[in-house]
């Protein structure tokens, strides 16, 4: 889950960014994919916005969700009896990618839209054919990633070692 939410920062979208990692079923990671414009279509010259009287000028008709890309990005095969991870549970949509593509267990961390019929679509499809779902409960709520740390490591272990020099000498 951490990966998934690793990969939604690369998105541009301003409000909710979402992140999908899917394994395998020895937990390899074969799909990773976050949301975002087409390929070819220009982040900066795409609309973000979803509140507009002109749905054109929205970003729901042109986004390719996370789950979509995590399936299309997969570096196997198949994704056939895989365990997706996503930030966001999968809208009727990308449930749709999920039950065609032979995943068979979604893991969610938040399902913030549940009373959206979007959902309730996807969760009914999701159910007719037998894909398991289940929120991920973090033991931590935050991961720090400290660039720093690999070198500020290294440090402490010359340290260590020349202390141990002195000593045996
Ligand atoms: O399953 C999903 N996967 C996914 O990648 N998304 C993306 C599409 C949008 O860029 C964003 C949702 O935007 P908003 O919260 O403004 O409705 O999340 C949204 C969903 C669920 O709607
Ligand atoms: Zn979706």
Same mark, same amino acid.
Request: glycine share 6%; charged share 25%.
């Given at each position: 889950?951490?990966?998934?939410?690793?990969?939604?920062?690369?998105?541009?979208? *301003?409000?909710?960014?979402?992140?999908?990692? &899917?394994?395998?079923?020895?937990?390899?990671? %074969?799909?990773?994919?976050?949301?975002?414009?087409?390929?070819?279509?220009?982040?900066?010259?795409? *609309?973000?916005?979803?509140?507009?009287?002109n749905?054109l000028e929205?970003?729901?008709?042109? %986004?390719?969700?996370?789950?979509?890309?995590?399936?299309?990005?997969?570096?196997?095969?198949?994704?056939?009896?895989?365990?997706?991870?996503?930030?966001?549970?999968?809208?009727?949509?990308?449930?749709?990618?999920?039950?065609?593509?032979?995943?068979?267990?979604?893991?969610?961390?938040?399902?913030?839209?549940?009373?959206?019929?979007?959902?309730?679509?996807?969760?009914?499809?999701?159910?007719?054919?037998?894909?398991?779902?289940?929120?991920? &409960?973090?033991?931590?709520?935050? &991961?720090?990633?400290?660039?720093?740390? &690999?070198?500020?490591?290294?440090?402490?272990?010359?340290?260590?070692?020349?202390?141990?020099?002195?000593?045996?000498?």
């Open positions: 889950m951490a990966t998934a939410f690793l990969s939604a920062q690369r998105s541009k979208d *301003p409000r909710t960014q979402v992140g999908a990692c &899917i394994v395998n079923e020895e937990n390899k990671i %074969v799909g990773i994919g976050y949301n975002g414009m087409p390929v070819g279509c220009h982040d900066d010259e795409m *609309p973000w916005g979803r509140d507009s009287d749905i929205t970003k729901q008709l042109y %986004v390719c969700h996370a789950e979509l890309n995590a399936v299309l990005n997969k570096n196997s095969a198949d994704v056939k009896n895989c365990t997706i991870y996503v930030a966001l549970f999968p809208c009727n949509e990308c449930a749709k990618v999920v039950i065609q593509s032979g995943i068979k267990e979604v893991v969610y961390y938040s399902d913030k839209y549940k009373d959206k019929p979007e959902f309730v679509a996807s969760k009914k499809m999701l159910d007719m054919a037998g894909v398991k779902y289940r929120q991920h &409960i973090p033991k931590q709520k935050q &991961i720090l990633i400290d660039f720093t740390a &690999i070198d500020a490591m290294t440090g402490t272990n010359v340290k260590e070692v020349l202390k141990a020099d002195q000593t045996s000498f």
